[in-house]
């Protein structure tokens, strides 16, 4: 039985990696191990809670105002003991957060093998989105295995001179999570605050999250002045907007957006109820990375608020990246309200970026590198 070593530390890194530790611990060939950082500490135990894991070592890193050089650090000197101490086969990280390089070097320092997860991911801007993308680069230069979601990643790789043994394309654990937990709400199981929530919102709406730092200011003013000229025109629909919880997007939003009678401006939501927003959205205007990759499995066209996107596959598709301009986020949300075949087109795209099935081609890979 191979020791895995699952580190993580954000909300993001858990719905992805919370699944492949579910298939992991059914798997006879392993004995995976977590351990989170807890970079994102409520958000990350909302995930933990939902799909029922409790992680063997809490590194609980995050302090009040704490720098990136300061959290890199703290992560490398917390994450280095335990790797000592388990002594894994190998380590998982996922994606590109601070936890996901520190703690990839970490094992470097260390000789453990490293399997990253959401290899390949690329704007080609060390700075946008910042710091990510220096990170995913930094972690595929000292994994051992990387788990790309597409080929389009695959050969990104292949082009920077990863060895092509060592590339694997598996799709996107998100997907397994998110269709785990859509099946969940179909079935009537959701927490009473998803209940709760679906019941609030009766008018058709579109869904909205914004969080990324490069766009704060003018990008970020941008674009929650085209939600405001999109909900006046439209009083037939609900703006809905989990608000991240960072003063560089509340106060832009609080500022132009309250007041407004179909803007619902709600806290920020675990995962579960946010599945339930989407499935039940008419569409989504986002930054996310993550929003990009699992709504076109629910059928719901994105409009993506950056001016570039590592996510390349969807675009076309389901996904439309549309920048921080208000003029191009109002007409391209017109678009889909006034015309039916273009949302049709959008809503029945195919999704690129998995089926479902990633957690368990990764638990094979790796029962094939280690030995198991």
Known sequence: MKKILLVFGTRPEAIKMCPMAQALRTDSRFQPIVCVTAQHRQMLDQILDLFAIKPEYDLNLMLPGQTLAGLTSRIIDSVTPVLKEVRPDAILVQGDTTTTFASALAAFYENVPIGHLEAGLRTGDIRAPFPEEMNRVLTTRIASWHFAATPRNRETLLAEGVPSENVFVTGNSVIDALLQVRDRIQRGECSSETAALM???????????????????????????????????????????????????????????????????????????????????????????????EAPSLGKPVLVMRDKTERQEGLNGGVRLVGTDAARILSESEKLIADADHYRRMAEAINPYGDGQTCSRIADLLAQKLGA
Not at 217 to 230: D, H, K, P, V, Y
Not at 258 to 269: D, F, K, M, T, W
């Open 199 to 293: 019941a609030r919102f009766q008018k058709p709406y579109i869904l909205v999250t914004g969080h990324r730092r490069e766009s704060f200011g003018t990008g970020f003013e941008s674009i929650c002045q085209a939600i405001r000229a999109l909900a006046v025109k439209h009083p037939e629909l609900d703006v809905v907007y989990p608000v991240h919880l960072n003063p560089n997007v509340q106060e832009p939003v609080r500022r132009i957006l309250s007041g407004l009678p179909n803007v619902q401006l709600i806290e920020p939501l675990s995962y579960e109820p946010f599945v339930a927003l989407m499935c039940r959205s008419k569409f989504i205007l986002t930054d996310s990375g993550g929003v990009q990759e």
